[in-house]
């Protein structure tokens, strides 16, 4: 039986996070690397009929010119990750998937994210209609040239600043009478991308803090296309060990007086959050998860700060000051020194997997069973990291249970 | 009615943790201090038959010739912690605690504990049987004076070193035909409390790595004579830590590649634990823990090293080396720094609680929902600490549940 | 012979600093507390004939109404410092130098100071020249009343936001014709003060990075009267690291690709310094010590946060990114944890001794020799710690060679 | 006019500093790489007549059977450094360099190194005479073969076990009287080499803790021989640390209560150090440093431990308890992440270029000047790294003057 070809198609695909999963879709399908990292791979994950690396066609759109080749051996030379070895075995997989990267709209990309952009096109889309439908029209020309089985868009690009929602985002029927206005403009790029995907099935999936699909018009596209979806912010370093940490303190009854993150890193994301609208976005997720979990704010820093020669070498320090028994004050102090995109990379791979086994199950709409991979968990209050991992591990063994 | 009288009687009373305990119960007896750090105060345990403070009578045994009144105020001074005022407004509580501390045997406490004992007495046993029955009698005799309704043994003295148990251990028979032997130490000290508790239907809590019930023969007594018992080892700072970052790095599929633990501290422990073979018994739950968790064994240091000058602010330093997607290595540290009596104490009054709330529910022998306290919990193999907070919360919700 | 009498002007007296100087000197006359932490404690310095903590008058300005008792009580509660049984013993000595303190004017404070001030006082000044001779009077009562042999005025108060200076502070020509002006804030507080002292040949001494005597007109003036002055900005926790770490970096040979540093601190001054306007002025002497030492400058990230759990504990987290042999990155980090006030208080009581001692010498004008102690040492481009501290050395070994 | 020629024999040749050091300066001389982490680099010593990186020629003598590109690709592997081009580059470099590497004597090198040897040879010397005869003629031809000017041995080998030294080593009459020996080890492996040196008036510098030329009979038999030598192991990372922050703790009259150092890495020197008898050479010298610049003893736990997965990348975790004013408790914590070879390299060829210079300046004997390189400078009883800087600053300045 042929397998099934599950199409990977990344938004900002030449970025850190995209470049890393494609490499490391091609060095794990060769056998040059294990599967260290992903969480399908864990033991309870083994018996499902995920889609294997091999399995994925990667594609995207980008709208830095550049290649996968060229984006992987300057990530290596920044940041000292990647061995040279792996890039000249897997040439011809990077080449190939550079082929299917298409240049991205660049309505509404937003001043910082627009500055990077280098990838000229014969034509630009007015509207959101336009944006929409062409990234549709690219999308399409993949899947049958690819003969994909189930598309995959999942959200890699930079952070945009965040987008006020209103009255045209609250329905359907509101939002396509707005979607060809040229006067003002209606959704940010990332949702461009969502549309694109919901409108047509195809399962979209966030990883970012951008709007994306975060709204009632969007969920309600997809109840009808009975596409699946998930979101948002991948939850990769810091503020996965928040999301740890604060369960710990709650469950001892300390009191967290204050909460202290400082975050530096020096790769391109870095560049786009370092304009303060753009690092907002960011800074919301990373603060909010803790104030839900203890149930009450403590006093809160949380700096997101571009330091070049850090290359994608993200580097936290926290300082949680507690009291204790008797009112003690106490300190807990950590220092994460995680390469972001190799963090990031895995749970794309991640997401998609347990995307597509969803999608062979026949489920739709939003998958609240991923909230353990996101910083805001789409339809979610709970931010316990152990709790939402409990969930996947109920549903990775219900399903267990149904192929028996 | 009458208020329900638990008596909790402390081996090695006069220590850190057994002063803390004792001011702490006073404090909150008299609405000096919140409940801060006690887990029995979380909503979700409030509405339970737990003793209150107030409802607590502390007696105990010590090597020390001194008081909580004097080991309060050295520990003040030493660590800068306790207000001057709570020592004033509870005095007399003190008083009548340390009237209520009666001198331990000194048979069986091992080279470096046997160091600090000063407490002379006319006579002291020569067999593990008198041990255990002066023992025995001192806790009667309390038992009677303050009308207590049920009489916990809660050993909070300094670590043993490790004691090998043989044949003799096996069996109460085998036991009993052994503790009086004049010819060789049956039982290290702890035992002798423990068997104390358990022959006469008290219940025992060891908070230590001590030997103290853990070996066939106390738990068949146990069963006899339908004690509660539980333990092991608080679990307190670095390793409550390290329960709650291992499970995260096992979820993430992250490969551990070496734990190195540093922790300094300088308090009355620090002592005993910088001799070499009272410090294995500790360093060996601590490290054992990370093992079980992650399913394999990573390269580990673990040191303990006492720093006078550091009182009882115990400073743990964690370095954790891992491996991510595409083998990438990544870093992870923590630097605890808590003050460690405070840290024990509440836990101490917690296991109490809970204790007593078990004995009024008709419960008898092990206590395992009480994993979550210890660093090597005793007829258990999960370390986990949130999958063994999660057992506590639903024995709690089961108790609810039939409460309504 | 009849003890030197040095009156101690603070300005700010009631803050952290000036509280614990005040105490300070009272715990040390009185034989409560060793020297620990003087610089002029150590051994070279002990020949000299520095005036004793008991030689010391304090008095001073201030614009909360409050007092060094009250103050020195919120202090220890809210950071845990200072012994209880010192506040009963200076009780004395503390309510007779509050007795001493005068209502500040509010000319010039800047918003984010002027916020803090609750001493109304029945007029207050509304030029300059009025503010100026007002604190002239409090200060020439204060000499008269209590016979002072010599008067240092030191700045202790909270930092102001930057003041732009130009034309009228370059000659005291200029600078007088400008001082009754009424349409214009001709100078910050911090410079009233500074004028008043420096008028009367009073010694200036600017403990902040305040304007005070920073600008031409002021030193002009400084040489007409006489008078020593010297500063600015008191070289405590972080930039003294600073200083002594980014020489050894340069010494090396390694190439300091970034400095990042956070600061997080909850006292008084704390609340001021989370104006961004008065923050910047802190920044700025913080940051640029590294460039003037290394030569070159570095990424650099400096922040202070206000985080109100933290009291007057100042915890700074440096991370130091640097390239080393053949090309290779490697990082120091660094983690203070200092108790701002107390790390403040004794350089201030340093700098007064230092600068009697100069007086009784007969010197005039800028002290170079104290740059050691300032973040930004006024007339000077040398910020290494330890050529500093050895021109220091110079000076005092000079003294000594003509005592003998 | 001919380029002077300068032997470097490197003992311990294919160890990661010596790897390092060779392939160093092959990129060097290529000009690949600058000279960042060369104190010969900074602007003082530039006008120097310093020899040049391709003026020096490497020899030297191995126990384990490799290679410098074995050693540099397994280095890379490992530790995640050395650009792959740079191997390929300076292939036959390493190759040249290879061929003039020896098999070292096994006599003297102590049970941990020993395990380490695989290089067999014909026959192994009896004698600490025939060990140092076989080393001279060795270092002859080498000197013959490529017509070295000035040959210096650099000791970069393993750290041995301490060794006691008595009556033979006082003086060159009694030691010579005792090298034929064979019922006894006169000395080991690391002095055979300081004495084939100094024999033979070579240069002869130390960068381990081990013996070396470290006893009288060494030091009288260089005065004979007109010799250059110095020593004693290199002051790379932690200790550099604490002799850069020990004087600040002195100038600030802070009291050191403990200072606590944890160092872990996973190197061969790491391998070697595990035995805690070569440990203990280590942690003295780390150890004494700090005592001797604060002239008291604080408490002090030092700690080395070898962690394989860590390569050559040492972190040091270093907790600073001290006493400030009021006696105040405060804390400093640095975190040293470097690469221990990359650290050591550069400082191995500043002394070789240093040495060079004094050889052509005539000079003899011990190197004081040297000091601030080595963690236990010989013959000096200066450890604060800014002073012994400043001596280094003087010398350069003094033949700069002479130059002139």
Redesign the interface.
């Known amino acids: 039986m042929a397998r099934r070809r599950v199409g990977l198609w990344l938004v900002g695909a030449f970025g850190g996070v995209g470049t890393?999963i494609t490499?490391?879709l091609a060095?794990m399908a060769r056998g040059l690397?294990?599967?260290?990292?992903?969480?399908t791979?864990?033991p309870d994950f083994r018996e499902l009929s995920l889609p294997e690396p091999g399995d994925f066609v990667v594609g995207g759109h980008e709208i830095r010119r550049t290649s996968f080749q060229e984006s992987a051996e300057e990530f290596r030379r920044n940041t000292?990750?990647?061995d040279?070895s792996?890039l000249s075995a897997c040439r011809d997989d990077l080449a190939a998937a550079s082929s299917r990267v298409r240049p991205g709209p660049k309505l509404g990309l937003g001043p910082a994210i627009a500055r990077l952009a280098d990838w000229e096109t014969e034509s630009e889309p007015a509207t959101a209609r336009q944006a929409i439908d062409r990234i549709k029209a690219d999308i399409a020309a993949f899947v049958k040239a690819e003969k994909i089985d189930h598309l995959i868009v999942l959200n890699v690009a930079s952070t945009e600043a965040p987008f006020g929602i209103g009255e045209p985002h609250q329905t359907m029927a509101a939002l396509n009478g707005s979607l060809s206005r040229t006067d003002a403009l209606i959704l940010p790029a990332s949702s461009h991308y969502a549309l694109a995907a919901l409108e047509e099935g195809h399962t979209y999936l966030n990883f970012t803090p951008s709007l994306g699909a975060s709204f009632p018009a969007a969920w309600e596209l997809a109840e009808t296309t009975g596409s699946l979806f998930g979101g948002k912010d991948g939850k990769t370093g810091e503020t996965?060990?928040k999301t740890?940490?604060a369960?710990?303190f709650a469950?001892?009854?300390?009191?967290v007086?204050?909460w202290?993150g400082?975050n530096?890193f020096g790769n391109r994301d870095g560049v786009v959050l370092d304009d303060p609208n753009n690092k907002s976005s960011k800074v919301e997720t990373k603060d909010k998860v803790i104030t839900e979990i203890l149930g009450y704010k403590p006093?809160s820093?949380v700096?997101i700060?571009y330091?070049?020669?850090?290359g994608d070498w993200k580097?936290a320090?926290d300082?949680i000051?507690f009291?204790?028994?008797?009112?003690?004050?106490?300190?807990?102090?950590?220092?994460?020194?995680?390469?972001d995109s190799?963090?990031a990379?895995?749970l794309g791979v991640d997401l998609a997997r347990l995307a597509d086994l969803e999608k062979q199950r026949g489920g739709k709409g939003l998958m609240r069973h991923l909230s353990?991979f996101f910083k805001g968990p789409e339809g979610d209050d709970e931010n316990d990291?152990?709790k939402q991992?409990a969930r996947l591990e109920e549903y990775v063994a219900s399903l267990r249970a149904k192929t028996k």
Chains 1, 2, 3, 4 share one sequence.
Request: with cysteine; aromatic share 14%.
């Open positions: 890393t490499l490391g060095t690397v294990d599967q260290t990292g992903l969480v791979d864990l000292g990750v990647f040279a792996w996965l060990m740890v940490l369960p710990m469950a001892r009854n300390f009191k007086m204050s202290v400082h530096i006093a820093v700096s700060e330091v070049p020669d850090m580097t320090w300082h000051h009291k204790g028994f008797l009112g003690t004050k106490m300190v807990l102090q950590f220092i994460w020194q995680g390469c190799l963090l990379a895995p353990c990291f152990f991992y």
